[in-house]
């Protein structure tokens, strides 16, 4: 879209500091489009909040905090695949990952009781811990950031993921 038209241009360099992809949408733009940027732009946001406030607050990334989140639901452990499943990445950042998490002594690779061949991944004690304690502040930090919303428009977009959730058709397979 050209300037003159009164759109900006979709070079984001040129974007003034601040504006993000939702903020750069016309009237010209599809409903769906404006829905996904909308939402990718408060995930983003919130995103990188969370990220800055880990590495202040504890000294810890976010992949490492998801990959003890994973793991604190899990007592006995995950197997390095299933975590890059439900992580959605791939098995070597898994790896190195949790390579760092061992040297510090917040999880341990132990045999898979199922099959002697494959290694799990849990929580020691003290990773346990030091993920309670990140745990009840990362909450507090997401209450923080969505208090000016109304809680019944909180359930109401619950809801609305929800559902869109279970109608997207999206192949998990790739």
Do not use: Y
């Amino acid at each position: 879209m050209s300037d003159r038209e009164g759109h900006q241009d979709d070079n984001t360099e040129l974007d003034p500091p601040g504006l993000d992809l939702a903020s750069r949408l016309t009237q010209e733009h599809h409903q769906s489009l404006k829905l996904w940027l909308r939402m990718l732009s408060c995930t983003v946001r919130i995103e990188n909040e969370i990220r800055t406030r880990l590495r202040a607050s504890f000294g810890i990334t976010l992949p490492r905090f998801d990959l003890m989140a994973q793991l604190e639901r899990h007592p006995d452990g995950l197997r390095m695949g299933e975590l890059s499943k439900r992580m959605m990445v791939t098995g070597g950042n898994v790896t190195g990952i949790t390579d760092q998490l061992e040297r510090e002594k917040l999880v341990v690779r132990v045999p898979d009781p199922n099959d002697r061949r494959a290694w799990a991944v849990r929580l020691t004690p003290a990773g346990r811990s030091a993920f309670a304690e990140m745990a009840a502040v990362h909450e507090r930090w997401i209450d923080e950031m969505l208090a000016d919303i109304p809680p019944e428009d909180k359930a109401s977009l619950i809801d609305q993921l929800a559902s869109m959730k279970r109608k997207l058709k999206v192949d998990e397979a790739k």
